[in-house]
């Protein structure tokens, strides 16, 4: 098993976030690895937690990546943030992901949650990917 591609996963979906014009049209630049000081904006996207097991075969070394991808908003329902979330898994399983280590051998959305919590609606969603280090 190697941990050593999850930069490149993480890498690949922040660059895939961050150009799609679906997802922008909602939240604009608001897309973060880590969200700045001050005021965060009404909506917003962060990557979040990750969870990495061995995928290893015979052949090569692989790892399976459980990641998640959040919204957030201030506003008043879920309707805005359930469209980004949407416009998020149409991103990342319409085209493949180009890591610059290692390749991505499935990518599959797996779960996803909403809640309310202090004033902010956040929607969670969760992805698997299975990753080998051969090329």
Same mark, same amino acid.
């Given at each position: ?48 937690? %990750?969870?990495?097991?061995?995928? #290893? =075969?015979?052949?090569? $070394?692989?790892? !399976?990546?459980?990641?998640s991808v959040s919204v957030v908003t201030s506003g008043a329902g879920f309707f805005l943030a359930? %469209?980004?979330?949407?416009?998020? #898994? =149409?991103?990342?399983? $319409?085209?493949? !992901? ?37 090329a």
């Amino acid at each position: 098993m190697s941990y050593g591609m999850t930069s490149a996963l993480q890498t690949a979906v922040y660059g895939v976030l961050t150009t799609d014009t679906g997802l922008q049209a909602i939240v604009g630049s608001a897309i973060y690895d880590a969200i700045p000081e001050g005021t965060p904006p009404d909506i917003y996207v962060t990557l979040g937690p %990750e969870k990495v097991r061995d995928a #290893s =075969d015979g052949s090569s $070394g692989g790892a !399976l990546h459980e990641f998640s991808v959040s919204v957030v908003t201030s506003g008043a329902g879920f309707f805005l943030a359930k %469209e980004a979330a949407s416009a998020i #898994s =149409d991103a990342l399983l $319409g085209a493949p !992901l180009s890591l610059a280590r290692g390749r991505v051998n499935r990518l599959y959305f797996y779960r996803a949650q909403a809640g309310r919590s202090s004033g902010t609606r956040r929607i969670d969603i969760w992805f698997r990917a299975r990753l080998d280090e051969a090329a």
